[in-house]
T-cell receptor, first 115, second 111 residues
Framework: EPEVTQTPSHQVTQMGQEVILRCVPISNHLYFYWYRQILGQKVEFLVSFYNNEISEKSEIFDDQFSVERPDGSNFTLKIRSTKLEDSAMYFC?????????????FGDGTRLSIL | DQQVKQNSPSLSVQEGRISILNCDYTNSMFDYFLWYKKYPAEGPTFLISISSIKDKNEDGRFTVFLNKSAKHLSLHIVPSQPGDSAVYFCAASITGNQFYFGTGTSLTVIP
């Protein structure tokens, strides 16, 4: 069964450094998403991306965050200047066809630890 | 943000019996709902969905019920199996794109 893959599984970064989290969505999917889950808290929506544009974003997704689809297979989340509170599990997801009102399929996540 | 709530953090059920997981929401604009299962160190796995035009959707052992007037949905698993032991999340959306998740219910199925 096709999967969403995320790398690395664990990223440790010094506060203030830039970090890029990588995702390979399911190959025929057109909508891509990032979510995060701070330890002990809910899974929270960050951003959705379609046709090389952000289609929706939450209040969490401020100017220090950006997303990119640099080629036909990868989808990345960049955090420009990391803060301690960015420590969380980051999940990438994708959905096919219209994207809207379709199940989103998740990767296994990247655990980001900010020191 | 308390728009989606799962008030039971944990549930234990005997193998073969029914598991009922509950989810409440506050935003009447939500019109599409998903249930996910999550094992440790893995991402959420999609189980079943329901749109607000329906009150029930069934897929094998899994059935989701939606009560719009009560702003409540539930997931029934019959019969429960030990492999069903996981954390279950409900998620709701207005746009069908951005989802709001509950805090999860940890289900343990006892052999």
């Amino acid at each position: 069964e096709p999967e969403v893959t995320q790398t690395p599984s664990h990223q440790v970064t010094q506060m203030g450094q830039e970090v890029i989290l990588r995702c390979v969505p399911i190959s025929n999917h057109l909508y891509f998403y990032w979510y995060r889950q701070i330890l002990g808290q809910k899974v929270e929506f960050l951003v959705s991306f379609y046709n090389n544009e952000i289609s929706e974003k939450s209040e969490i997704f401020d100017d220090q965050f950006s997303v990119e689809r640099p080629d036909g297979s990868n989808f990345t989340l960049k955090i420009r200047s990391t803060k301690l509170e960015d420590s969380a599990m980051y999940f990438c997801a994708s959905s096919d066809r219209d994207g809207y009102y379709q199940p989103q399929h998740f990767g296994d996540g990247t655990r980001l630890s900010i020191l | 943000d308390q728009q989606v709530k799962q008030n039971s953090p944990s549930l234990s059920v005997q193998e073969g019996r029914i598991s009922i997981l509950n989810c409440d929401y506050t935003n009447s604009m939500f019109d599409y709902f998903l249930w996910y299962k999550k094992y440790p160190a893995e991402g959420p796995t999609f189980l079943i969905s329901i749109s607000s035009i329906k009150d029930k959707n069934e897929d094998g052992r899994f059935t989701v019920f939606l009560n719009k007037s009560a702003k409540h949905l539930s997931l029934h698993i019959v019969p429960s199996q030990p492999g069903d032991s996981a954390v279950y999340f409900c998620a709701a959306s207005i746009t069908g794109n951005q989802f709001y998740f509950g805090t999860g219910t940890s289900l343990t199925v006892i052999p």
